[in-house]
């Protein structure tokens, strides 16, 4: 709830004029309470995972983009995305949605603020890099201890299922899985807390991230390509690929991590050799050609 009864009580506080987006959120959550306001986080993590992963599954159903896909190979009809989409939907009540309503006490504990003012350019920008960055690092390592045996049997083989994964397929784990890489997307803004319009872009991005690189398309007009160390849809479809024994690309967002600790010698291997493979594939063809005019 905000403390100010009105818009000019409001600018009063700030010495300053209301922005238009400060406005509308005064209108929205000034006779909210901050957990009615907190319980959107819901709403927001529900449209992500129902609309997010529309455009693929739209894209799929038409041959031209198989050109772009990464194992070109595996088709999924619209049930099969439509069942893993009821799946993901019925962990999303189960443990998301409870995991949100009793993690309220912890993000006041923690400062998220909801109120006035809301955050500048540039502490949303600053703190959407810190949140990343620590994000992809502890992610790192949660992930690559669920690939110790008993991990991976007891719980992250739900999440290797789909050895060529889909969108819909991004937050599809078990429950222990989505309680335990939630620690990492929270620890950013426990770490450096920012307002909770911020933590809702976060939150957004990070799952809009984890569905491009599960989508199993690889675009060469794809933006986050500009990103620096960024892993991409080709570089996490290669730990699906290689599945349970797979000791490489642990990372969630960057690449440095699995650089840094060699757990992506295999991957580059694999680059290697299909770079080999379709250059001799480009020559036979060449060669081929030659000889029809022989
Ligand atoms: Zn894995
Ligand atoms: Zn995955």
Request: hydrophobic share 35%; no cysteine.
């Given at each position: 709830m905000i403390p100010y009864p009105t818009v000019e009580e409001a600018s009063v506080a700030l010495g300053r004029n209301l922005t238009w987006f400060e406005t509308v959120w005064f209108d929205y959550?000034?006779?909210?309470?901050d957990f009615y306001v907190y319980c959107h986080t819901i709403l927001v993590l529900f449209l992500v995972f129902s609309l997010a992963p529309l455009p693929f599954v739209i894209v799929g159903m038409?041959?031209?983009f198989d050109r772009f896909?990464?194992?070109?190979?595996i088709k999924y009809s619209l049930s099969d995305m439509f069942r893993c989409y009821k799946d993901v939907m019925k962990l999303f009540l189960l443990v998301v949605g409870t995991l949100q309503l009793v993690s309220y006490p912890s993000t006041k504990i923690a400062g998220i603020r909801s109120g006035l003012p809301l955050p500048s350019l540039m502490e949303l920008v600053s703190q959407l890099v810190v949140y990343f960055l620590i994000e992809d690092y502890t992610n790192y390592w949660f992930h690559r201890l669920l690939h110790c045996k008993w991990g991976y049997e007891k719980i992250h083989r739900v999440h290797h299922?789909?050895?060529?994964?889909?969108?819909?397929?991004?937050?599809?784990?078990h429950w222990a899985e989505i309680l335990i890489l939630g620690i990492p997307t929270f620890l950013g803004p426990a770490i450096a807390p920012g307002h909770i319009t911020t933590f809702w872009l976060w939150i957004t991005l990070r799952q809009m991230e984890a569905i491009e690189t599960h989508s199993g398309y690889d675009f060469p007009?794809?933006?986050?390509?500009?990103?620096?160390f960024y892993g991409g849809a080709e570089y996490h479809d290669y730990h699906h690929y290689v599945g349970g024994q797979s000791q490489s690309?642990?990372?969630?967002?960057?690449t440095y991590c699995d650089y840094l600790y060699g757990t992506d010698k295999g991957y580059r291997i694999h680059k290697k050799l299909l770079h080999q493979q379709i250059k001799e594939e480009g020559e036979a063809k060449e060669k081929k050609g030659g000889t029809k005019y022989d």
């Open positions: 959550t000034a006779t909210r309470s038409s041959d031209w896909k990464i194992q070109p190979k299922e789909h050895t060529s994964p889909i969108g819909y397929a991004s937050p599809y784990a007009w794809t933006m986050t390509k500009w990103i620096p690309n642990f990372a969630s967002v960057f």
